[in-house]
């Protein structure tokens, strides 16, 4: 129980002043860890194809010094990240021990104006004071505030019938200041356990299980946050506008700790700026990966089905067989789910450490969500002081899982278009954060895949509006790619796309008819079919528009010269090598993403 004499010493703003320290140290463990990857590591990394180059380094100890370098990087996101913790669970009990102390110091103040004296264990004496009865000044006495409820009742009544007016006075003051001693000391025994568990363990190894521990300590944290940071006040399905203006209206203290407590809420919310989002998400993939590392760790291998090494050929092979299908039965889903998500964890965590490979700028990840086939949305180069943004859009077949592909394919989007910008700031976002269809034959020909990623697709693109800070506020390109053309074509048409630029490639169609139906100015669609791409005169009996004028609505698709688009030329074939390197129709597309389209090259 907090005494009176603690309650009344106590300054909150010490434990404040402790939060500011472990932010102090979260910060300083951030800037390391990034300097550490963006410039230490990034200049020791060989160059592609394995080969040294004027800054990579190659070797056995090169590779070990690295390795070491990782591992320290991780140890200073780990401690950033529980630092953030810490500082908001001082902050927490600092705001709530703020609240009683308030509470006791008004008690107080009230008792010395009234003429009354607050004895050490929170009763309060008053003296006597009134009308006289039969000739007598009514005696003072002692207020005492009961945990009883009845008890406490009764006494004041009787303080209110007594007809001294002090008594009443003392005993409203005694029952204040108890109330105010019951809230510091349901502060301390709320907050003081969850401090305790986030001490993390004696040694210098970051593991799988201590990633996963975070996110309970974030959760334990939580439980008790409500007061101080309330998470129903996030911004849910509000406009990027909205969630920009809830964002700048908060402290910086606010800031800190809601992005050390809800990471997973923050880091999801368009217009917000992209360190923060990044910086949420990174802590929302450590935790993911180390959680679902130490998951699949838990599940016992898969058993032999044919005889192994010393084992009696005369096993009989159903029982071996029988023991499989089992393990299948109980672990198979689980076992494919985590190896399947941990590959696409992987690939992102690969990009982190290709920061500087061949000039490539830091990553921001702006969206990630592990479940079901995942979401991911991650930028090269800062978006939010980006003169040119490129937004694709992957299709059929996207998933966390498969993800490496498509983010190489925005790395080599970036790597052609930077030289292109003049001087000027580029990024390049890889943009899967919609439920793309599974399959080419079952899934590909539905448009309801494209209509639903539709509002979340509209509400990025003006998010990255609504967060550039740049004097121009930026040029910005959608690119899709198959059905991510559908996903496109559909924002169009259903909502206010935010756009300059369009880039089609391999379209199957975008719903509409006419280039002039896609939200961007005029001459400003551009769409690339490669030789050999099949996908467009197949997609157009699902997905193409139609002009009513003619032929009573034929199926039209971008390729077909009466959409209107501008029709790019190709070198590459087939459906997938619209980006590969040093390739016209990479260059292409760079042209258009930095506004350079007298460099773009038309079909004849």
């Known amino acids: 129980m907090v005494t009176l004499a603690t309650l009344r010493a106590v300054n909150p703003d010490e434990f404040e002043e402790a939060a500011d320290g472990y932010h102090a140290v979260s910060n300083a463990a951030s800037t390391a860890k990034d300097r550490l990857a963006n410039e230490i590591i990034a200049r020791t990394m060989p160059a592609p194809g394995g080969g040294g180059d004027a800054t990579g380094l190659v070797g056995e100890a090169a590779s070990a010094a690295r390795r070491r370098l990782e591992r320290l990087g991780e140890n200073l996101h780990y401690t950033q990240v529980e630092c953030g913790l810490v500082r908001a669970t001082l902050n927490g009990f600092a705001a709530d021990l703020r609240a009683a102390k308030k509470k006791l110091d008004a008690a107080l103040d009230d008792a010395a104006s009234a003429g009354l004296t607050v004895n050490s264990d929170g009763s309060v004496t008053f003296p006597a004071a009134g009308e006289k009865v039969d000739g007598k000044t009514p005696e003072g006495g002692t207020a005492v505030s009961y945990e009883d409820a009845a008890a406490n009742g009764l006494a004041d009544q009787a303080a209110h019938l007594d007809p001294n007016p002090k008594h009443a006075v003392a005993k409203d003051c005694a029952d204040r200041i108890a109330q105010a001693l019951k809230e510091a000391t349901e502060a301390d025994q709320t907050w003081a356990p969850k401090l305790r568990e986030l001490k993390a363990q004696n040694d210098l190894t970051v593991s799988s299980a201590d990633w996963a521990d975070v996110h309970g300590d974030q959760e334990a944290v939580q439980e008790v946050a409500g007061a101080y940071l309330d998470p129903k006040d996030i911004p849910e399905g509000k406009s990027p506008k909205e969630n920009a203006a809830w964002w700048n209206g908060l402290t910086p203290d606010e800031k800190a700790d809601y992005t050390a407590l809800y990471p997973a809420s923050i880091g999801a919310l368009d217009g917000i700026p992209s360190d923060v989002r990044d910086e949420a998400n990174r802590a929302v993939l450590a935790q993911t990966r180390g959680d679902y590392e130490t998951r699949l760790t838990a599940i016992p291998p898969t ?10 050929e005369q096993t009989d092979w159903r029982e071996r067989a029988a023991k499989v299908q089992e393990w299948e039965d109980k672990y198979g889903d689980e076992h494919e789910r985590l190896t399947k998500a941990l590959k696409g964890m992987e690939a992102i965590e690969d990009r982190f450490d290709s920061t ?3 000039g490539l700028p830091e990553a921001y990840l702006l969206k990630f969500i592990p479940e079901a086939d995942g979401r991911v949305v991650i930028a ?7 003169d040119h943004t490129a937004v694709y859009v992957p299709g059929t077949g996207s998933e966390l899982s498969k993800v490496e592909g498509d983010i190489k394919r925005v790395n080599s989007l970036w790597g052609a278009s930077a030289p292109m910008a003049s001087g000027e700031n580029v990024s390049t976002i890889m943009w899967m954060d919609y439920d793309a269809p599974d399959s080419v ?19 990025f693109m003006n998010g990255v509006h609504e967060s550039n800070t740049t004097d121009s506020g930026g040029h910005y390109t959608t690119v899709g790619h198959s059905y991510g053309t559908t996903l496109i074509g559909a924002t169009a048409r259903l909502h206010d796309l935010q756009a300059d630029d369009i880039v089609l490639a391999g379209s199957p169609g975008v719903e509409v008819g006419k280039a002039s139906e896609m939200d961007v100015p005029k001459g400003h669609v551009w769409n690339q079919e490669a ?7 197949i997609g157009r009996w699902s997905h193409g528009g139609e002009q009513w004028e003619y032929e009573g609505g034929v199926r039209i698709v971008p390729s077909d010269e009466i959409f209107g688009a501008n029709q790019m030329s190709t070198d590459t074939h087939g459906h997938s090598d619209y980006w590969k390197e040093d390739s016209e129709s990479l260059l292409n597309q760079a042209a258009v993403v930095t506004g350079n389209y007298d460099r773009v090259t038309l079909e004849e």
Do not use: I, R
Request: charged share 20%.
């Open 380 to 386: 090269n180069g800062n978006p939010d002081t980006a």
């Open 356 to 358: 500087g490979v061949q």
């Open 303 to 312: 058993p032999a089905l044919y005889a192994q090494p010393g084992q009696s």
């Open 441 to 459: 034959v079952k899934d590909a020909p539905f448009s309801h895949y494209a209509h639903d990623g539709s509002e979340g697709f509209a509400k």
């Open 531 to 537: 030789e050999g791409d099949a996908v467009p005169d």
